[in-house]
Structures are given as C-alpha cells and as structure tokens.
C-alpha cells in the first residue's frame, strides 16, 4: 500500500492535533463533503448540491416516500381530486409542472444506457463493459443473480427503449437523438413521461396578471376537478347552497345559479362585458376576447373573472363548512378591489 494515495478528512478537532495528525501518517489532507460509494459524507449539513449524486439514481421506494410528502403537502383532503402524474405535466398539458421523479430518474439512467453503448471513456463505463458486456454487448445483455439494483434498472430502462425502437439499430438511433443534444435528459424525459395534447384553457388560466391562488382554483374548474357535491357520491345532500333550486355541479355553482348569475351580471355591468356568462366554455369566450380599445381593461376583466370565481368557490366552503352566509355586496367590493390593486389604481 502506498502513503501517496492515501488521504485523509479531519472534522472538529483543532489545528495543532490536525498539523499533529498529518505529521504521524503522512497523509494528504481533504475538504469534506466527499463522496464514498457515490454517497455524500459531510461534516456540516448536505448543501442541495451535494444530493445531486442521490437524485440521479433514486430508488423508486425513495421516489415513493417523496410523493407521499408532496401530496399530503398540496392537500388537506385524503382524495386528492387530481392524480400525482397530472400534476406531473406540464402546464402546456395541463398540470402544474412538477417534475415525475420516476420518468426523470429514468431518463438520467437512459443517459447512463447511451454513455454505455457509445463506450464513453469513463472507469465506471470501462469497468462495466469488462465486467459484464464482453460477450454480449449492451443490446445482449442478460442481468445476473446477483448484479446491482442499478444495473437491473439501466436493464429494464433498455428493454423498455428496445420494445418502442424496435430494433437495436433504432434504439441507438433514439439514443443519440437525444443525447447527442443539449437537454437530452428533458427529451428523454417526454417518452418516459408520455407528451400529452395542449390544452386550450391553459394561457387563459396562468396568465401572469392572474394572482396564483385565483389561478389554481380556474385550473382546478377548468379541469371539473372543484368537488362539488354533484361529484361525492357519499353526500347525501347534493343542492347548492346559494340557492336550493338545483344538484351542485361546476355548471349550476358557477354559472347558472341566480346568485353567481347576479354577481357576474354586476361585473359585467361594471367592466362593459357583452356576452353572457352562462357556461365555462362562455367564460373562456370572453376571456380570449381582446378589448380594442385598452390592454388595461382587457386585464382587469381577465383578473375580475378569475377573481369572482375564486371567491364564489370560498364563499360556498364558508357557506357549507362554517355557516357562513354570502354576503354579495361583500364578495362583489372583493372583485372590485382586488382589480384596482393588481392594476395599481387605488381607491377609497
Ligand atoms: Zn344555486
């Protein structure tokens, strides 16, 4: 054993003993954190840097307990009303574009499947194919009792490429066209995920002059995902609550019930908006509509609309959960004021 490749790391113990240390082994002295078998060893807390390393080859027990905490953060109810993976794609798609950790831990092993093929010159790459591929190369190659969780995983991530290319000329092709490119991880990432259509209400939902929580309760009508009583089948009561007159759907509570009626014929009023608000598809109308004249009043129907249905959705929980009656008068100052402070002009 040689002295010259022997390092050494020293945490909480002061200078003299550490000059002292160095002295007696004759060992090269090294900064934490470094990394032992690809983990992270630290003497102070993990910078988010330093995960990297673990992120890139998570288990999926790992990336299950990560979805569990993230779901329980986003809902308070044990049903969440939107499924993990829908929150998982993109906003284009019609999620809220979190990031599927499973999809994205395969691409970067994906990444690692084509390093491997294209025999990049890397020990780790080196010592794989020495140890495993001689014989059979990547597109052969049969896992072993035995072999690492990683390289069953790299294993399943080829089949699974191999079974879409249909061949492994085609699967090496599908290879480089990703990764040969910048953002060839992102583009993995898309065939791990599966791209799903645009969806025609998303501009309309996330616009910029929209504040976020008006914005996910739109995204959340917009996807017929607001659990209205219409949508629990363990309620028995299914009325509205503003009215008594009809079964709660998204339809009735937002648009056809004379309460909502009245107050969308008030901001309608207000803000000179011709067409009637009888449907979501009548709002999305509207919302597309550019007003001629002035950007400012386009906008301040954009964030009056968003702005009315967030606070009729609140004004119906407070109604159910705490009794709460609907104050119209109230709910209407709320629109207004709310448009007049987004667009700067303040009132008394
Ligand atoms: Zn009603």
Redesign the pocket.
């Known amino acids: 054993m040689s002295n010259v490749a022997m390092h050494i790391y020293m945490a909480g113990i002061d200078e003299t003993v550490r000059h002292r240390l160095l002295q007696i082994t004759g060992f090269q002295p090294r900064e934490m954190p470094f990394r032992y078998l690809g983990i992270p060893i630290a003497s102070q807390k993990l910078r988010i840097s330093d995960y990297t390393t673990l992120l890139d080859a998570l288990t999926s027990g790992v990336v299950d307990r990560i979805y569990s905490i993230c779901r329980s953060f986003m809902w308070t109810t044990p049903r969440p009303p939107i499924a993990w993976a829908e929150l998982c794609r993109p906003r284009r798609e019609g999620g809220l574009g979190l990031r599927d950790l499973s999809a994205w831990n395969r691409a970067l092993l994906a990444k690692v499947l084509w390093r491997l093929q294209d025999k990049q010159d890397t020990l780790w790459i080196r010592w794989v194919h020495h140890t495993y591929l001689q014989q059979s190369g990547v597109w052969g190659w049969t896992a072993r009792h035995g072999d690492s969780p990683l390289l069953k995983q790299i294993l399943q991530i080829r089949d699974s490429i191999l079974e879409t290319a249909g061949s492994p000329a085609a699967a090496e092709q599908l290879l480089s066209e990703w990764f040969q490119q910048p953002r060839g991880v992102a583009r993995a990432y898309d065939f791990f995920r599966g791209v799903r259509p645009l969806q025609p209400w998303v501009q309309t939902v996330w616009q910029s002059s929209i504040q976020p929580s008006h914005s996910f309760t739109l995204w959340l009508l917009a996807r017929g995902r607001l659990p209205v009583r219409a949508r629990q089948d363990y309620i028995p009561d299914r009325?509205?609550?503003?009215?008594?007159?009809?079964e709660?759907t998204l339809e009735?509570?937002f648009f056809?019930?004379?309460?909502?009626g009245r107050l969308w014929g008030r901001v309608r009023a207000w803000l000179h908006m011709r067409p009637a608000m009888t449907t979501f598809q009548s709002m999305l109308r509207t919302f597309r509509q550019r007003y001629r004249r002035s950007y400012t009043v386009t906008s301040a129907r954009h964030i009056a609309m968003a702005a009315l249905v967030h606070h009729l959705w609140s004004a119906r929980n407070a109604l159910i959960h705490e009794g709460r009656q609907l104050d119209e008068e109230r709910l209407y100052r709320r629109v207004q004021t709310h448009v007049y402070r987004t667009l700067g002009v303040y009132t008394d």
Do not use: I, K
């Not at 009325?239 to 009809?246: D, S």
């Not at 056809?256 to 909502?260: M, N």
């Open positions: 009325q509205c609550v503003f009215c008594g007159q009809a709660e009735h509570l056809q019930c004379d309460t909502s």
